[in-house]
C-alpha cells in the first residue's frame, strides 16, 4: 500500500534546525543587569485610598484583584391567591404548607420566609447559595403552586439541542424556568414536547425552546466528497488553508484526519456561510485536480513508514523543492534496534522509568520503544542521537545480563495464592531474602508459569524454595469434619484459648470454623496429610469427650431436702460438683419444679445422682421400689404431659415415680418416697397397668376450678372414696395446664361410667346454690377473721368457695350464715363445728427450755416450730428475749423517783424466768404432744477425744474445715483454746444428729493422721553436689528442664541462692526412692555436660546481629540443628568478636564451620553495605566543594530599590524594626518602606 508525505517549507525548516549544532555562549554583565526585576515590579505598591477613580493609574494590584461577591443570594417569588395549592388561611404557619416549606428547606438546604399580601397572596424569601435558591425555587413552584400543562412542537431534530450534552442544557431550562419538561424518547415519531408549571413559568419555556429551534432552522449542513488525496491541499500544512477559511466564512469545516479513509468534507454554520466555504473548498479541489501532478520517490521503510514508496503530488513547479525536503528529512531520521533479553526491559527501564528518563533527558528527540514479548528495543531519531543512545542501551544491556538471571517454574495455579501468602507476606519474604523479583500470573491469566528474575544464586535460591513450598502444597490436602454446631464455642474456647492450643500442637494445619449465623456444622481442616489426618483424630476425641460429658439425668428430689443438698454457703453441692466432675442445676426457690438436672460423663452423672439421692434417703425416711411394668405400657401409664403419673405422685404424698427413657426396653420402674407412700403408689401402679393391659377406657367431664378442691376432699378423701367405689382413677388439671376445668377419669368401661354418674350428681349439686346459718359464740369470732381472714379463706379453698359471713363487731350476734353448693356447706359448717369445738375445749400449757436453746429448735427461717404447729394443730408463742447486759431489778420498787415503801414479795429461786418459758395453746393432748416435740429439739452436748496437734487441721484454713462438718451434720462443733492444750472437742446438737457427727470427726481424725504420715515420708532430704556452672543447663530454659524432674518423680528441687555460702548443694525433698531416682537423672545430665567441651573462635562482631536473628531465632535454630551452645560477647567487652561454643566434639567442629561460613557470606554483604555508605559520602562532599566554588549566594536583588536612592541602608532582615511581627509594639521610624498605613 503506497501513502503519501506532504512535506512543506515550514516544516522543512524545523527540521532542518533540529539538525544543526545547538549554539550556547554566557551573556554579558551589561544583559544580566537589565535582566535584573525592578523594585516596582517585584513589589508592587498598594493603591492609594485618596486617590479619584479616574485618576488611578492600574497597578499590578488593581489589574488583578477583582471585587469578591457573596455566594448567598435572596430571591423573592410571589404565588397569587389563585395559583396558591393550599388556600387554608387560618392554617398558615401550620399544616401542610409549612411541611412543604420544611422538606424544600431540608432538601435543598435553602432558607425560606413565608409571608403573606394583602391579596392573600404568598410572597416566599429564599436566601442561600445560587444553585442551591435555583433548586428552591423550583421545588416552590412544583409544590405550592398549582400546576398548568402545554405542548410545543418544534421538529424533531431539534430536540438533541433542547436537551444539550449529558442533559445540561434541559437542566438548566428546567431550573430558569422552573417548569418540568417532557421530550419524547427517540423512538417516539411525535414532535410534541411536554411543559408543566405554573403560567408564568409555562411561558417562559415555550420562548426559551421556540428560541433554540428558531436558532437551529437558521443553521444548515452541507456534505462534499472530495478524493482524499486532495485532503491536505484543503488543510493547508499544519490545518492552515481551512483554518483561515473558517475565520473567512464563519462556517466549520471539518475534514476526515489522514486515519479515517472517509472521502466526505463536512460544512455546518448559517446557509449563507456554508455556501461561501464549500465554493471555496470546490474551487481549491478543482485547481488541483487540474494542476497537480504525481512523482514517485523510493526510500528506506526504516526512515519513514511500512512502504519504500513515497509519492509527491503538487503543482510541476514545486515538486523539484518537496524533493530535496524528502531527501533531507529521510537522511537526518534514523530507525534502529539493540538486542536486549524482553525479561530485561523493565530492568533497563528502571523503577517508574528512572533510567530511561536520564536518557530521554539527555537526547529528547530520540523515541524508544519497547515491544513485549520482542527480544529487541527500538529507538527512533536523528542518525547522531540514534547512534549515541543505542551504545548506551547496549552497555547497560551487557551489564544487566552479566550479573542477572532468571529461571521460570510451573506451579498449579490453585497454589499460587498460598505462595503469595496473607497480604503477600510469603512472597515479599522471599523477595527480600533472595533479593529477587518474582512474577505469579493474576487470576484471569489461568498461566501456571512463574518467573523469578535477579542476582544468579538468589534466583536458584528462589526457585529452589518455591518449589518446595508448592511440593508441600501438593502434599497438603482438605479435610472437612462434622462437628455439630452447639460444640464449635467449646472448642474454640474463650477468647479462643483451647483452639489455641489445638493449632500450637498441629502448627501446619489451618482450622476453619463456619461463621455462626451460617447454622453450618462442617469444620475445614487444610494442611500436610499426615498432619491433618493427626489434626482430625484428635479433634474427633475432643468431640467425643465433650458429646460423653453433655449427659443428662434429671433427679427428683422433695423440694425441703434442697438447701440440705445446697448445704451452708453451697458447700455440699460444690463439693459433689468437683469430686463427680459434673454441672448440677437445681431449679429456683420460687419454683415448684423438685428436679435437679445433671450434666456431664454418663458414670459421672449416676456417681452424683446416687450422692444426691443418699443425701436425701438419711434426711428422711425414705425407701426406693423398683416394679416391673411391661415397657409398652409406660407412655400410657405417664399420660398427655405426665398428668396420669402426676396425679399418682401427688395422691401418694409426693412420692417420685421415675420411668427408664423412651425406646430404651427397660420394665423397671423406680418408686421413691416415704416406706407408706410408695407402697400405695405401687399397688396403683400395678392396678393400672392391669387394667391398660386387660382394656382402658377415657371419659373427660368439666367443672368450675373453685370446686375442685371440695372434689377432691381433704387429703383426697372424697376423690379416694369414688376411685374406691368405682375403681376409675380421676384425674384434676395441675396449676400449669390451660384448660383448669378439664376433669379426666380413666380406667375400664364400667368403673369409669359409674364414676362418671357419681361425679355427675356431685357437680350437679354443687350448682344448686343453698344460704345456712350456725350459731358461733361471739368469743371466737375474732380466731375466724383475723389475719385479714385467712381461716375463712382457707375454708373458701377447701369447700367448693363457700361463703361465710360474719356479723359486725359489737353487735353482740352470735348468727354466722354460710352460702354455696349444698354439699359445700355442710361440710364447712360441719369444719367450723370442729373448729368452735377445739377453741372451747383449749387449754394453755407452759415449755421451760432455757432461752439459749430457742434459737437453734425454731431452726432456719422458723421452719422446724411451723412444722410442729401444723403437725400437732397447736400455737407457739416464745418469751421476750433477755438482754444479758441490762442491770438486774431493784429491790425496792421506785414509783416517780421515789420508794413507794411497797415491798414485793421474794422471788422463787426455783421458778423458772420469763425469758425461758414457751406458751403452746390448743386441746390439751395436742399441747403435750407438741410440748414433747419441742424437747426433742433440744441439743445435747457430748465430748469426744482428738489430740490437740489435729486441732488446728481440724479447723482448717479459716475455719473452713469445721464449718464444712458443722453444716453436713446440722451441730455446733467448739474447739477448745490452744492455751488449754485440751484433748477435748465438744460436739452440741439434735440427740438423732450427734452419733453421725461424732463418727464423722472421728473418721476425719484418722484421714489426718495418715497424712501426717504421709508427710513425714514425703519430707526424705539429700544433696548432690554439682559444679554451679552447670546449673543453667540443669534448670534449662524457662526452667523446662527441672520442672519434667519435679513433675516426673513428684519431688521439690532447691537450688541454692546467691548468697549461700554451698553454691555447689542441690537439695532435694521427697519420698526415699523418688529423691533418689531424681538424684540420678540429674546426675546423668552432669555427667553428660561434663563430656562437653568448650572452644573459643573469633567472628567479626558486624556480622554477631545476623546470626543472632530476629529475637533470638537463627541462634536457636543453630544451637538445635548442632546440639551446641553458643555464648556471645555482651556489649562492652573486652574482646567483641569472641564467641564460645560448647557441645560435644565433633558437634562443636561442625557448629564453628557453619559459624565461620556465615560469617564469610555476611561480610561480603558488610563490605558491600560500606562501599555504598563510602560514595554516598564522597558525592556529598563533592556537592558542597561545587558550592564553595560558586562563592556565597547574592539572595534575592532588585534594581531601583528606596534605600538605593538615598543615603539609607537597605533594611535589616534579622531586625524586628524594619520586619516587625504581627501584633508586636514597634516605635515609629522614618523607613525608605514609605509613611506607615494603619
Known sequence: MSSVAVLTQESFNEHRSGLLPEQSGGPNAGEEEDALPTYKEAFPPLPEKAASTEGTQETVWTSKIRPLKSSIITQVFHVPLEERRYKDINQFGEGDQAKVCVDIMNKTGAHL???????????????????????????????????????VAIPKEHHRFVIGKNGEKLQELELKTATKIQIPRPEDPSNQIKISG??????KAKHEILLISAEQDKRAVERVNIEKVYHPFITGAFNKLVGEMMQETGARINVPPPSVNKTEIVITGEKEQVALAVTLIKKIYDEKKKNATTIAVEVKKAQHNSSETVILRGEPGRLGQALTEVYAKANSYTVSSVSAPSWLHRFIIGKKGQNLAKITQQWPKVHIEFTEGEEKITLEGPTKDVQMVQSQIEAIVTDLVSRMDYAEISVDPKFHRHLIGKGGVNINRIKELHKVTVRIPPDNEKSNLIRIEGDPQGVQEAKKELLELASRMENERTKDLIIEQRFHRAIIGQKGEKIKEVRDKFPDVIINFPDPAQKSDIVQLRGPRNEVEKCSKFMQKIVAEMVENSHSVSVPIFKQFHRNIIGKGGSNIKKIREDTNTKIDLPAENSNSEMIIITGKKANCELARSRILAIQKELANITEVEVSIPSKLHNSLIGSKGRLVRSIMEECGGVHIHFPSEGSGIDKVTIRGPLEDVEKAKQQLLGLAEEKQTKSHTVELRAKPEYHKFLIGKGGGNIRKVRDSTGARIIFPTPDDKDQELITVVGTEEAVREAQKELEELIKSLDNVVEDTMNVDPKHHRYFVSRRGQVLRDLADEYGGVMVSFPRTGSQSDKVTLKGAKECVEA?????????????????????ITQKFHRSIMGPKGSRIQQITRDFNVQIKFPEREDPQAPPPADTPVENGEATGEVKEPVDPNAPKKCDVIVISGRKERCEAAIEALRALVPVTIEVEVPFELHRYIIGQKGSGIRKMMDEFEVNIQVPAPELRSDKIAITGLANHLDRAKEGLLERVKELQAEQEDRALRSFKLTITVDPKYHPKIIGRKGAIITNIR???????????????????????????????????????????????????????????????ARGKGIRKIMDEFKVDLRFPQSGAADPNLVIVTGRPELVDEAIDHLLNLEEEYMADVAENEEKRAYMRSSGGSNAVADEQRGPSKGFVVREAPWATGNEKAPDMSSSEDFPSFGAPVATKTSPWGPKRF
Open 828 to 848: 364447712a359448717k360441719k369444719r367450723m363445728q370442729e373448729i368452735v369445738s377445739d377453741l372451747d375445749a383449749q387449754v394453755t400449757m407452759e415449755c421451760v
Open 113 to 151: 420566609e413565608l409571608s403573606l399580601a394583602k391579596d392573600q397572596g404568598l410572597s416566599i424569601m429564599v436566601s442561600g447559595k445560587l444553585d442551591a435558591v435555583m433548586k428552591a425555587r423550583k421545588e416552590i413552584v412544583s409544590r405550592l403552586q398549582t400546576q398548568a400543562t402545554a405542548a
Open 198 to 203: 405554573t403560567k408564568e413559568g409555562l411561558e
Open 1047 to 1109: 513433675t516426673e518423680h513428684d519431688v521439690n528441687i532447691q537450688f541454692p541462692e546467691k548468697n549461700d555460702e554451698n553454691q555447689d548443694q542441690i537439695t532435694i525433698t521427697g519420698y526415699e526412692h523418688k529423691a533418689i531416682a531424681a538424684r540420678d537423672a540429674i546426675q546423668a545430665i552432669v555427667d553428660e555436660l561434663e563430656e562437653m567441651i568448650s572452644e573459643e573462635i573469633t567472628l567479626d562482631s558486624r556480622v554477631h546481629a545476623r546470626i543472632i536473628g
